[in-house]
């Protein structure tokens, strides 16, 4: 069984969709957001006893005892119950826990995912769950495995600011656009992102790694389709795979999505 | 595939943002049923949406658009697809005198495994006290330290203290010991993820601690006290606890699949409900069992007559045995 980073699902209707799944480190730093809003309202709640304590003994302490071990258990049983799946440390962090077919939770999911918290911390500070999560093949905890649920981000989607790259520049594939066309459809969308990864990341590299790297995503481009050298000329490699970057992001400007548009809701 | 994307994003967009507008109102008013026409209209857009998605995920110019649409399409499934049985009205009686029960007989063989491993324990603890009496200060956890002395002394001691402890006294202890035992029993059924050897190790030395403290008792000649004081909370206290192993040991069964065909995960699934079912039995079981300890056990002869305390204990053991036993049967069979 390999690791893998997103849940995959086929719907009854033959669509795949994936959802990226969460690793353990932004688990844990959700976690952390938790543990300090369930403490805070614990001494909260430790402060407004205090003064109940003056008046009545005893009861104080019963229920502050009571409140704590409530706060602790059905802090994450109310919230992903009521709140779909988010926590405040997971909405903060945006994750959301969904049952491992990617459908919503049922209450017996949530409790037990969050009973299962007492084995999952052990020894101390989630040991055993986060091994469990680098080990299992869809990053579950215990928890996770038994009630059948995964944690997966909710990914933040904005258009890629094209301005910066190539605003105002000329680009020459535009003289051609039978074969803009050919390429947009022979690239794949992993390689149009790494593409415009490249380009966004250009002036963190090193300058020969930056020209090999331009070099080398030029030649898979240009493999794919084959513009007239009079196209190619005078323009070095990084400025070519800007050119396709443009090509492929901006068919046509005035098609362009807005960032409104293209974001997601996040309930 | 060739499409005009700027035709078909534009014919398209406002039945994505109608779907999501329909989402983000089910979303945020989780109590809102849709209208018949709402949920056509509804499976519609998702429809409609899906199939966007098939035709933008050959582009690559669109990586955002088909997140987008991704986005989506996974919310809409979930509420969609989301057809397992969903209980619409919840009836605390019903579930009380029916569903608990039923989901304990349909699991009593965990139930029983559980006894045997408690009473395995306590046979160890009882043999271990009656060969060396020392052995109690070594098993003993510290919250038992009352414990550790001469059990007659501790009967002398009690029955002459005829000063009632605070009400408020009487609360704390009683909030520490239902969030003492509930733990306990939560511990039982989540170390079922060790392959049940944790919830056995669990149980084996709950059955020690109790073993030593009744051979103690017995053997001082306190029989009556010990059925005194254990009785009344104990009567409830005690099963709930081995029904916390026996939510351990379901979960462990589920877990190794021995002799099962289904997947782990279909094993799982089967389980969770009779899970979440008995661990909240045991809870609410274990709220009774800590008002009684202590508001009711910790009153001795001359306060409170042993026998009426013993009585009191049976009767509840009685009640417990005709819930988890009888209640639900005619329903069963229907």
Not at chain 1, 206 to 212: E, F, H, I, K, N
Not at chain 2, 36 to 56: I, N, P, Q
Not at chain 2, 299 to 308: A, D, I, M, R, S
Request: aromatic fraction near 8%; include cysteine; proline fraction near 4%.
């Amino acid at each position: 069984m390999s690791k893998t980073s997103t849940l995959l699902i086929r719907t009854p209707e033959g669509i795949v969709f994936s959802q990226l799944l969460a690793g353990p480190m932004s688990r844990f730093l959700a976690w952390l957001i938790d543990f300090c809003i369930v403490l805070c309202a614990t001494i909260a709640v430790a402060m407004l006893l205090t003064l109940l304590d003056l008046v009545a003994q005893g009861f104080a302490q019963a229920i502050g005892m009571l409140l704590q071990f409530v706060l602790m258990i059905g802090y994450g049983i109310c919230f992903e119950w009521f709140k779909r799946g988010q926590t405040i440390g997971k909405r903060v962090l945006r994750l959301r826990v969904v049952d491992v077919q990617g459908l919503r939770m049922k209450p017996s999911q949530v409790v037990i995912r969050n009973l299962l918290r007492f084995v999952d911390m052990l020894p101390v500070f989630y040991l055993v769950g986060g091994i469990a999560c680098v080990v299992s093949r869809r990053s579950q905890r215990l928890g996770d495995l038994a009630a059948n649920t995964v944690v997966v981000r909710i990914p933040r989607i904005t258009e890629p600011d094209l301005d910066q790259l190539a605003s105002g520049k000329f680009n020459s594939l535009r003289s051609h656009p039978h074969l803009e066309a050919r390429l947009r459809q022979r690239v794949t969308a992993q390689e149009a992102a790494l593409a415009l990864h490249a380009l966004v990341r250009r002036d963190a590299l090193d300058p020969q790694a930056r020209v090999a790297l331009f070099d080398d995503i030029a030649k898979h481009f240009q493999a794919k389709v084959q513009f007239p050298a009079e196209t190619m000329e005078g323009i070095t490699d990084e400025q070519y795979v800007r050119n396709v970057v443009d090509t492929l992001y901006r068919p046509n400007r005035s098609n362009r999505l807005t960032p409104a548009d293209t974001a997601p809701c996040v309930a | 595939m060739i499409i005009d994307l700027k035709k078909f994003v534009a014919n398209e967009r406002p039945y994505w943002t109608e779907l999501e507008s329909t989402l983000n109102q089910i979303e945020t008013n989780d109590r809102r049923t849709l209208a018949l026409d709402e949920l056509r209209r509804f499976h519609y857009l998702y429809d409609r949406t899906a199939s966007g998605l098939a035709k933008v995920s050959s582009l690559a110019a669109e990586p955002d658009t088909r997140r987008y649409l991704e986005s989506l399409i996974a919310r809409a499934y979930g509420e969609i697809h989301e057809t397992r049985d969903r209980q619409h009205r919840f009836s605390p009686l019903l579930w009380f005198l029916q569903t608990l029960p039923q989901t304990f007989r349909r699991h009593v063989r965990a139930f029983w495994l559980s006894v045997a491993i408690t009473m395995i324990g306590a046979l160890f603890g009882g043999f271990a006290i009656a060969l060396d009496p020392e052995a109690k200060a070594a098993v003993m956890p510290e919250m038992f330290a009352s414990h550790l002395g001469d059990p007659s002394e501790r009967v002398a001691q009690e029955e002459r203290d005829k000063d009632a402890p605070s009400a408020g006294h009487m609360s704390s202890f009683s909030a520490q010991l239902m969030v003492n035992n509930i733990g306990v029993s939560i511990k039982a059924m989540a170390f079922g993820m060790t392959w049940g050897i944790g919830t056995i190790i669990l149980l084996f030395y709950n059955g020690v601690i109790l073993g030593v403290v009744c051979v103690d008792y017995v053997a001082a000649g306190q029989t009556t006290f010990l059925l005194g004081w254990l009785l009344p909370h104990g009567s409830i206290e005690l099963p709930a606890i081995i029904m916390g192993g026996q939510a351990g040991l379901m979960l462990a069964s589920a877990l190794i699949g021995w002799g099962q065909r289904s997947t782990l995960r279909v094993r799982f699934r089967a389980i969770a409900p009779d899970l979440t079912t008995l661990i909240a039995g045991i809870a609410l079981m274990l709220v009774w069992a800590g008002l009684v300890e202590a508001f009711f056990s910790q009153y001795h002869e001359p306060t409170l007559p042993y026998v009426v305390k013993i009585a009191f204990g049976l009767t509840e053991l009685v009640l417990l045995c005709l819930l988890l036993g009888r209640c639900g049967k005619m329903a069963e069979g229907a």
